[in-house]
């Protein structure tokens, strides 16, 4: 009999973490998951924001192929401090030091120092560094801790720099009628226009100052942050720091990125009018009884569906539970990094009867086999090419940052698509014509 290829993973119900976490496969790379990559891409979306990074050799000549050169657009500092033999075993305390007051005499207005494998492993303490330094500089000081070993991919580099911009923040006075869209990528891209979910406008349109936390911010916006009478989480990555917000400066916030059906959408979409004053109903009644007609077919069609959710897919272990409510059942989920909220969904999936084993798909192409052996009736996420009798939503992707009820009448929309064509059409169009 042949052994079950999936036998070394954890099932859903026993992660607490990445830590529990398998590859799939053995067939393993991980030099472009370092997530250091994302720190340096976050900041450099952020004018007037400098970084310090604190490494290896290997670390700063990564750094330098796939990020800026060491200044700016406008004059943000761009370091890399390398480690020689000596600080790799008794630490770096008085170079990174010395090399903040540099940054510091050299005009920087904010820095944040990142941490590598190194400084992680012997313990070097950037709190104690900024007590020592902080009060003599102007600059403001934040850190993030970056080893590998401890942070698998872009995802948890992704939500712990946004943590570590919260410490920016100081406490600022209420303004009435404003807010903050918490909307953060991992690799965002240069001069490309982000795709914003309808909310953005309809806020707009009723005289709502939104602030877009995205790429392009500014640190005086950033610090401005916590004069918001609300916080809007629009992705995964944003919730630790909103959750942040609440605890320091006590600004709610309404979770739009895990709000996936249409009861949970209206519950979100309530607290926002609740706060402005304002009504929504006209303005989303048509993508809400799209979305209210396909959860409708999703109950008679979907029960029993199997499916494995591979690579791409944001909020994947969420997205399984929400799907879990139709009866699918998930053979296979790749997870990227544990969210704190994941917890929750992996609970109420096993309430429903399903917990699937998790894993990190790394090669794609050799664990592909893998997944087709187990026979799903529909796959979401990348694949490199396609494989005979396998049907494959590929650019789940898509839907990153897209919230609200056109997000569940994309998703819905796609996976009855699928099942029917084998293959996946045109993207979700939200800035089309509104449904009828």
């Excluded at 994302?38 to 004018?47: K, L």
Aim: glycine residues 8%; contains cysteine; charged residues 25%.
């Amino acid at each position: 009999m042949a052994q079950d290829p999936l036998r070394h993973l954890s099932r859903l119900s026993a992660v607490r973490s990445d830590k529990n976490i398998k590859f799939l496969t053995p067939a393993v790379y991980s030099g472009g998951w370092c997530p250091m990559r994302v720190v340096c891409n976050i900041c450099e979306g952020i004018e007037g924001l400098s970084y310090l990074m604190v490494g290896m050799p290997e670390c700063t000549t990564h750094s330098r192929r796939v990020n800026s050169g060491p200044v700016g657009e406008n004059g943000e500092l761009y370091w890399l401090y390398v480690l020689d033999e000596k600080e790799v075993i008794f630490g770096a305390r008085k170079g990174v030091i010395d090399a903040l007051r540099k940054m510091d005499a050299e005009g920087a207005e904010a820095i944040m120092m990142i941490a590598t494998c190194v400084t992680d492993l012997i313990g070097e303490d950037f709190d104690s560094i900024i007590s020592e330094v902080g009060p003599e500089l102007k600059a403001k000081l934040s850190y993030v801790t970056m080893g590998q070993f401890k942070n698998f991919a872009a995802p948890i580099g992704t939500w712990k720099t946004a943590q570590a911009l919260g410490e920016f923040m100081e406490p600022r006075d209420t303004r009435k009628g404003s807010a903050n869209l918490m909307f953060m990528e991992p690799w965002p891209q240069a001069n490309s226009p982000i795709e914003y979910p309808l909310i953005v406008g309809a806020l707009e349109n009723r005289g709502i100052n939104l602030r877009k936390m995205a790429s392009g911010l500014t640190m005086d916006e950033l610090m401005d942050a916590p004069s918001a009478e609300l916080n809007i989480v629009t992705t995964a990555y944003t919730q630790p720091l909103a959750a942040k917000m609440q605890q320091k400066f006590g600004i709610p916030y309404v979770p739009l990125h895990n709000s996936f059906s249409v009861k949970q959408v209206d519950s979100a979409y309530r607290m926002i009018e609740e706060t402005f004053g304002i009504d929504l109903t006209e303005e989303f009644r048509g993508w809400r009884n799209k979305a209210i007609e396909l959860e409708e077919r999703a109950a008679k069609e979907l029960k029993g569906i199997r499916y494995v959710m591979m690579t791409g897919v944001d909020m994947p272990v969420a997205l399984a539970s929400y799907l879990a409510g139709f009866g699918m059942e998930p053979l296979l989920i790749d997870v990227q990094d544990f969210h704190q909220e994941d917890s929750g969904y992996a609970k109420t999936l096993k309430n429903l009867g399903f917990d699937p084993p998790v894993c990190h798909i790394m090669h794609r192409d050799h664990d592909i086999l893998i997944i087709r052996d187990l026979k799903p009736d529909i796959c979401f996420g990348f694949i490199s090419e396609p494989v005979e009798g396998l049907k494959v939503a590929e650019e789940m992707g898509d839907f990153f940052g897209i919230t609200g009820y056109e997000r569940t009448v994309g998703i819905l929309s796609r996976i009855f698509e699928v099942l029917e064509t084998g293959k996946m059409g045109e993207r979700l169009d939200i800035y089309g014509p509104v449904p009828v």
